[in-house]
């Protein structure tokens, strides 16, 4: 027996829900074998949930790197990366290993924050991480930092940020308006360089949605090994994804995980995505 491989390069939840947890939660659903390069240790405080970001020193995650890399994989993508020596250590690898197939998710923030905490993180993931990806799955704050726009409020903006993206030399963009758009539904704006496609599917109130963003990026990540086109893989991910926002569940007073094994267990509510 063999397995497609996967590295994911990223932060741990300690929480579970998100980073390196949600990552190798949701491979294991696609039936890749996961590895992983730990780049920060996220911490929760009890008493009101406030997060704590430890970086791992830059040679400890090249080691691991080496590691997996010596493996080889199939697909990789990369979450929070923590400081600028990490992102320039992650593109050197990319061209060291020739990795073709890589997802970057350009996490910028931990959830319930609203402001970039590291600027001169984004400018150098702009410079060395975005032409080298295969796909860029930005939400809308991602994506107007990456794009250098104002808060992106619409579909038209959402394109615009996309076009920009994709110049900087992601060769594939998925802009991620979710239920955060102002829209009847749960919009996804997939970019090639020329065509959009939006994908919709039904929007889902809950708060329960803590790892949405990394397991949709591993879920394409898994689809990609599994040797998928990159528009089957993006519109798979969703479909994934909006099943594990629609079972999420509570955790504790703070937060509520996705359900990353929702969508393949018989019992679970499921979600339709369609391309508009």
Partial sequence: MTMKKTLTLAGSDSSGGAGIAADLKTFQEHNVYGMTA???IVT???D????DVTPIDVDVVEKQLNTILSVGVDAMKSGMLGSVDIINLGARKIDEYSIDKYVLDPVMVCKGEDE???PENTDAMREELLPRSLVVTPNLFEAAQLAQMAPIKTIEQMKEAAQKIHALGAKNVVVKGGKQLDHDK????FYDGTDFDL???EKVETTYNHGAGCTFAAAITANLAHGENVHDAVKGAKTFVAAAIANG???NEYVGPVMHGAYNKTDSRKVEVFSV
């Fill in 249 to 251: 569940w509570k955790l």
């Fill in 48 to 51: 009101g949930w406030g997060h």
């Fill in 199 to 201: 994908l919709e599917s």
């Fill in 116 to 118: 970039v905490l590291q």
């Fill in 186 to 189: 749960a919009v996804d704006l």
């Fill in 38 to 40: 730990l780049t920060s």
């Fill in 44 to 46: 929760m405080n009890p």
